[in-house]
């Protein structure tokens, strides 16, 4: 099994070595117009690989694909199980990065700020009597999870009949003060693809073709959207893997594609930082103290930036539901990409750095 997993691998790996192209016309419908550069493995980098694979194998880690870059190059690529090349993948709440980029792009052109109060945007959709809690909301808190809830806004919020997604939002009680305590919070994050919707006049999805998925060449992404036409932000969008490769490749160069800036500077500096003290989807910062979890054992309390997690070993990641994962190792120059049905993600990211990142040193 290992020796045609190496087999396939290589050949994976080498068959467009060095080449960064541009598809043809007919078939840019159905494909990304640029493919990342290949680079055949050396034997290190294999030999970690089929080490990897085995250990997912033998711990039942459900992956769909993986892929590695490292110096700009795709090292590593293989899909198992659902996943396939030119299958987009549902991401889940790695969808999140994506919205948080569009309010850094939003930011770039001077649509919004950071510190612009949440309730200025939505004044026809305002509670009856807003909190002084809810006034003091602002874009900064959306974006680290930090506005005021004590708990993430049930689905009863946009599950009802007619529900209108940022009215339910906006009528949930704000129990802390914002920037005090760190709350998972996928609605928070629809609120910000509302919020650039409503600034730039686009969903963020066409808004972010000609900013971000046009210049990496990735075509047609869908966006699953609220009742009220507003992408759902935190959740529902799909690519390919090599979709997020690009991604990842370009948060590790800081912005810059081919040559060109197209993120603001220092942005990505700054959504990637431990902007606040985090943990786990669900839990209370109350509930950490006693669950075992620290910063040795866990990738879920290294801190929080806009919408992206740090990691242990100094990197950081976009995080999805079931093991999506666009992890970005800035000390090794690295990339690792997964797309899976996993239920241990922590599981999962130990692969990682128990396997590849040695092998990248």
């Known amino acids: 099994m290992l020796a045609g997993l190496l087999s396939s691998a290589g050949c994976l790996a080498q068959g467009s070595a060095d080449a960064l192209s541009a598809a043809s016309p007919g078939a840019q419908q159905q494909r990304s117009e640029i493919v990342l550069r290949r680079k055949k493995p050396g034997k290190r980098i294999m030999q970690a690989m089929m080490q990897y694979r085995q ?83 602002t874009v900064r808190h959306l974006l680290t999870m930090t506005c005021g809830h004590g708990k993430e806004p049930s689905a009863a919020t946009r599950n009802l009949e007619g529900a209108d997604w940022v009215r339910g939002f906006l009528a949930w009680p704000v129990e802390y003060e914002p920037g005090s305590r760190f709350c998972y919070n996928s609605m928070g994050t629809y609120m910000l693809s509302a ?29 699953e959207e609220s009742p009220q036409g507003i992408n759902c932000g935190g959740w529902g969008l799909y690519l390919r893997t090599e979709d997020l490769a690009k991604m990842g490749q370009l948060l590790l ?30 839990m209370t910062p109350e509930r950490l103290a006693d669950s075992g979890l620290n910063a040795g054992n866990s990738d879920w309390v290294q801190g929080y930036g806009y919408q992206m997690w740090r990691c242990r070993h100094n990197a950081f990641r976009a995080d999805g539901a079931y093991g999506q994962y666009i992890i970005v190792m800035p000390q090794q120059d690295a990339v ?17 750095w128990d396997y590849i990142l040695p092998a990248l040193q």
């Open 336 to 352: 690792v990409i997964n797309t899976a049905q996993q239920g241990d993600l922590q599981q999962e990211l130990n692969l990682v």
């Open 253 to 282: 160069q800081k912005g810059r594609w081919q040559g060109r800036q197209i993120l603001p500077p220092g942005w990505v500096d700054e959504a990637s930082a431990r902007q606040v003290a985090c943990q786990p989807a669900g």
């Open 55 to 137: 250990a997912a194998i033998d711990g039942k880690v459900n992956l769909h694909s993986v892929m590695l870059l490292q110096h700009g190059r795709v090292l590593y690529e293989e899909w198992m199980g659902e996943g396939a090349p030119e299958k987009p993948h549902v991401l889940h709440s790695v969808s999140k990065t994506f919205t948080s980029t569009a309010v850094g792009l939003a930011v770039g052109e001077g649509l919004l700020s950071l510190d612009d109060p949440v309730i200025k945007f939505f004044p026809d959709k305002l509670p009856p009597e807003p909190s002084d809690r809810l006034r003091r909301m």
């Open 195 to 223: 919020i650039v919707q409503k600034v730039s006049g686009q969903k963020i999805v066409d808004y972010l073709m000609p900013r971000l998925f046009g210049p990496l060449g990735i075509a047609r992404p869908r966006w």
